[in-house]
Antibody
Framework: QVQLVESGGGVVQPGRSLRLSCAASGFTFSSYAFHWVRQAPGKGLEWVAVIWYDGSEKYYADSVKGRFTISRDNSKKSLYLQMNSLRAEDTAVYYC??????????WGQGILVTVSS | DIVMTQSPDSLAVSLGERVTINCKSS????????????LAWFQQKPGQPPRLLMY???YRESGVPDRFSGSGSGTDFTLTISSLQAEDVAVYYCQQSHSPPYTFGQGTKLEIK
């Protein structure tokens, strides 16, 4: 069955960096685009970034553009989110999600990132 | 960027009653190449990731009960639950994937009256 498992979260100081990973299984990873979506505590969903199936195109939310980088390694069936210059407002649960028909059909359980001194 | 606005922010409905949630986009989300509206609906229960309910505005995802339906085109969309069940208590979000950034609505919290 389709599984997406995020890792790499934790507590980090403002201005520092963190890299999230998302390990995929149960389907042909290289055939799909992927998204990162986040949710601040008690708040709504915020779309973060998308990467095409072959990595050829990437798009970002304005709030993270220039600080976050989405990438993938199809040989490892893994998706990544490199987060630099972290701010308190980046504190959230981060979800990776598979793209089908232009929308997110399968989601991971999410990983918490806390930016605090 | 396309702004998505949902209404209402919250609502309380009796079991068995009809539920309507609205979503308005600031620009059309119809893709001319596919003639599909790139509008999705998600359900999120506490402590869980979102679950895809509807895609292309009116196509029900596999496994979603048929009491859920979606409609609309252009800039105005609706999610309808024909007969509210207790397990439908959740927050519902619309999202456009017509053009990045793929923005979500602010969410609508659905409770039982």
């Amino acid at each position: 069955q389709v599984q997406l498992v995020e890792s790499g979260g934790g507590v980090v100081q403002p201005g520092r960096s963190l890299r999230l990973s998302c390990a995929a299984s149960g389907f042909t990873f290289s055939s799909y685009a992927f998204h990162w979506v986040r949710q601040a505590p008690g708040k709504g969903l915020e779309w973060v970034a998308v990467i095409w199936y072959d990595g050829s195109e990437k798009y970002y939310a304005d709030s993270v553009k220039g600080r976050f980088t989405i990438s993938r390694d199809n040989s490892k069936k893994s998706l990544y989110l490199q987060m630099n210059s972290l701010r308190a407002e980046d504190t959230a649960v981060y979800y990776c999600a598979r793209d089908v028909r232009g929308t997110e059909d399968y989601w991971g359980q999410g990983i918490l990132v806390t930016v605090s001194s | 960027d396309i702004v998505m606005t949902q209404s209402p922010d919250s609502l309380a409905v009796s079991l068995g009653e009809r539920v309507t949630i609205n979503c308005k986009s600031s620009q059309r989300v119809l893709h001319s190449s596919t003639n599909k509206n790139y509008l999705a609906w998600f359900q999120q229960k506490p402590g869980q990731p979102p679950r895809l309910l509807m895609y292309w505005a009116s196509y029900r995802e596999s496994g979603v009960p048929d009491r859920f339906s979606g409609s609309g085109s252009g800039t105005d969309f609706t999610l309808t639950i024909s007969s509210l069940q207790a397990e439908d208590v959740a927050v519902y979000y619309c999202q456009q994937s017509h053009s990045p950034p793929y923005t979500f609505g602010q969410g609508t919290k659905l409770e039982i009256k």
